[in-house]
């Protein structure tokens, strides 16, 4: 069992930077897939970015490439998740996840692959 706790949301201004942490406590993070998703209300739930165990690979989505940097120190329990640039379109609640599969080898976008989840944090830029 993973308890995932988000961080670090709020109000910015377009062109701005927001650095996200989650805080995971239980055992064995350094062997889950991390990721994280926003949803604006009225929307799915869409990927943002990933990393697998080591933090060696990552994926984004394309409306974030460049801009977004996902990171993660295993000795701390946390991930962490780089936004710069930010636009109007960005804002939305951010949730953390954890994929236990495949040890953390690979990097998932679909969240039905991820196990445990954060409750998020809120995100909004203005323009």
């Known amino acids: 069992q993973v308890q995932l706790v988000e961080s670090g949301g709020g109000l910015v201004q377009a062109g701005g930077s927001l650095r996200l942490s989650c805080a995971a406590s239980?055992?064995?993070?350094?062997?889950?897939?991390m990721g994280w998703f926003r949803q604006v209300p009225g929307s799915e739930r869409e990927f943002v970015a990933g990393?697998?165990?080591?933090?060696?690979?990552?994926a984004y989505a394309d409306s974030v490439k460049g801009r977004f940097t996902i990171s993660r120190d295993n000795a701390k329990n946390t991930v962490y998740l780089q936004m710069n640039s930010l636009k109007p379109e960005d804002t939305a609640i951010y949730y953390c996840?954890?994929?236990?599969?495949?040890?953390?080898?690979?990097?998932?976008?679909?969240?039905?692959?991820?196990?445990?989840w954060g409750r998020g944090t809120q995100v909004t830029v203005s323009s």
């Open positions: 996840a954890a994929a236990s599969g495949y040890g953390g080898l690979l990097i998932f976008t679909g969240e039905y692959k991820y196990d445990f």
């Open positions: 990393i697998n165990w080591s933090g060696s690979r990552s």
């Open positions: 239980g055992r064995s993070f350094g062997s889950y897939t």
